[in-house]
């Protein structure tokens, strides 16, 4: 079975510009969660949706949204991009986030760099 | 102060040593704790759920201390694949959804 996919896989930015990073999920799994991985520290959360709503969002600034589609894909997106928001992104999914503990299995990321 | 602390590291070991990564955390409400491994510049993977009993799988024993808020992994017998960081990880109680909260991770090198 096919893993947790992201892409792209490498993406280079300007300040202000926009940006869409794509995840799709293990087949079978509902859940999809987003990480952003500055260099250096632990991946932070970023949402979370099931069933295309929103189930909880980190504490992030309303220039990150997200949406996930009736496949269970999912993009992520980031308005007027900062030298701060160059990280590795990632994706993760699982099968229902509110029934117990489900593994979060990571996709390989994006790994972003603004200029 | 974070949610998740770890051992900054790195930890340079010979082959075939002991060593052991400590965390702690702050929300005494958490409910689930875990240890992942991310190589480099790979995803974090999951390497083992840690329960209050303790758990041990082949050379990895990881310990859970609810009342200190400690969390504990033990490497034995160290091999080179071993080399990566290890995350600590908690799911605090929240409404209807997991996140996991990572530490910033403790790097390790098994060198020859």
């Known amino acids: 079975d096919a893993g947790v996919t992201q892409s792209p896989t490498h993406l280079i930015k300007t300040r202000g510009q926009q940006v869409t990073l794509r995840c799709s999920p293990i087949s079978g799994h509902k859940s999809v969660s987003w990480y952003q991985q500055v260099l250096g520290q632990g991946p932070q959360f970023i949402f979370q949706?099931?069933?295309?709503?929103?189930?909880g969002r980190g504490n992030f600034p309303d220039r990150f949204s997200a949406r996930q589609f009736p496949n269970y894909s999912s993009e992520l997106n980031v308005n007027a991009l900062l030298l701060g928001d160059s990280a590795l992104y990632l994706c993760?999914?699982?099968?229902?986030?509110?029934?117990?503990?489900?593994?979060?299995?990571f996709g390989p990321g994006t790994r972003l760099t603004v200029l | 102060r974070k949610e998740v602390e770890q051992d900054p590291g790195p930890f340079n070991v010979p082959e075939g040593a002991t060593v052991a990564f400590n965390c702690t955390y702050s929300n005494s409400a958490s409910q689930s704790f875990f240890w992942y491994r991310q190589d480099c510049r790979k995803e974090p993977k999951l390497l083992m759920s840690?329960?209050?009993s303790g758990n041990e799988d082949g050379r990895f024993t990881a310990q859970l201390n609810r009342a200190s808020q400690y969390i504990s992994l033990l490497i034995r017998d160290s091999k080179l694949s071993d080399s990566a960081t290890y995350l600590c990880?908690?799911?605090?109680?929240?409404?209807?959804?997991?996140?996991?909260?990572f530490g910033a991770g403790t790097r390790l090198a098994v060198h020859p």
């Open positions: 990880v908690v799911i605090p109680l929240s409404g209807g959804y997991n996140k996991l909260i």
């Open positions: 840690v329960y209050s």
């Open positions: 993760a999914s699982s099968l229902d986030p509110g029934t117990g503990y489900n593994e979060q299995f």
């Open positions: 949706y099931y069933e295309k709503e929103e189930r």
